[in-house]
């Protein structure tokens, strides 16, 4: 049994249908499972609770850790703790190896650059330190021989179907379609890696049923060469037909926004990794694994397509378009 902890959001649903590739028993953990592939099982669990984490876990041979929480440090530092030391434990009893689909909010800032595995651990903010707490909580029961494990992390996402789960989806792929100005975090002109979320559902599959993988950490593939903000923008709406309007959002019109919108608020501690090259290295994974991330422009493309074709070509100027050539890396 394959069993994925808090299913429902986009990486465990597309991990879900990956694993089908693997074996066809998939068991499915949250408050409310909804089914993905024919065959799998459903169980409804509160992963804050021990004992229904227990049961969840039992029989499993790999757990997937793929939980969230709202953005919000409070429901972090109350929630992930006690969800990490109920998975771990219950792990070590039914002997099942772990993994992790974790975030890169515990880097220091000065390896934003060039972000690999080897990056150093020292989180500038109150999340971030969070995230540093429950992978370092995963990393001593390893090395106490106690568990098996690793944890994958990703930058941030973008992807179909993503929803609210990524900025670049909501700040600029649904502002350009519905004719407004895209919004930029920090500076337009620094790179910003992005993994597309089928990539990262299938490598963290990947890495689950491989043998030589364990008790290391490893970063989800992602495109090389990412865009700067003005590329990723020029390029969208290129793929659009719109006009690539936009305005880039500094610190101080966050925290601005922070005094009334509570989202916002909770970003202003992260504005650090939108004001630098923001560079995401998954080299080791695609040699392992002999794998090539879906480039930047067939990403955007493919979003178009199952999203936005309904508005290609429908809003602009298809001179001015037509003068524009994007800058299609990765």
Request: hydrophobic share 40%; proline share 6%.
């Amino acid at each position: 049994m394959q069993t994925i902890l808090g299913s429902g959001g986009i990486i465990s649903h597309g991990l879900a249908s990956e694993l089908a590739r693997y074996t066809d028993e998939i068991r499915l953990v949250s408050r409310n499972p909804v089914r993905v592939n024919p065959h799998d099982t459903l169980f409804p669990a509160d992963l804050t609770l021990r004992e229904p984490v227990m049961l969840a876990v039992r029989d499993s041979y790999t757990v997937y850790l793929t939980a969230g929480f709202p953005y919000s440090y409070k429901a972090w530092k109350t929630n992930w703790p006690v969800v990490m030391r109920n998975v771990i434990d219950a792990c070590i009893l039914h002997d099942a190896k772990l993994v992790f689909f974790d975030n890169i909010y515990m880097y220091d800032p000065s390896d934003m650059d060039n972000i690999t595995e080897k990056a150093h651990i020292n989180p500038q903010s109150r999340k971030g330190k969070v995230r540093k707490e429950i992978a370092q909580m995963i990393i001593d029961e390893v090395e106490k021989g106690r568990l098996t494990a690793l944890i994958a992390r990703a930058p941030d996402f973008y992807g179909p179907g993503n929803g609210k789960a990524s900025i670049l989806t909501e700040a600029v792929f649904k502002n350009l379609a519905q004719g407004k100005k895209a919004n930029w975090l920090g500076s337009a002109d620094c790179r910003h890696s992005f993994i597309y979320t089928p990539d990262a559902a299938r490598a963290t599959a990947m890495l689950g049923n491989a043998d030589d993988v364990w008790n290391q950490l490893w970063h989800l593939p992602t495109a090389p060469d990412p865009l700067t903000g003005k590329e990723w923008i020029e390029t969208i709406a290129y793929e659009m037909g719109v006009e690539p309007r936009y305005q880039a959002i500094n610190s101080y019109i966050v925290k601005t926004m922070g005094i009334f919108i509570p989202f916002m608020r909770e970003l202003d501690e992260m504005m650090y990794q939108y004001d630098r090259d923001y560079i995401f290295d998954s080299s080791k994974f695609m040699k392992r694994f002999n794998y090539i991330p879906t480039s930047y422009i067939e990403g955007i493309r493919n979003i178009i397509e199952l999203n936005y074709s309904h508005i290609k070509y429908g809003s602009a100027d298809l001179d001015y378009i037509a003068q524009f050539t994007p800058p299609a890396k990765g």
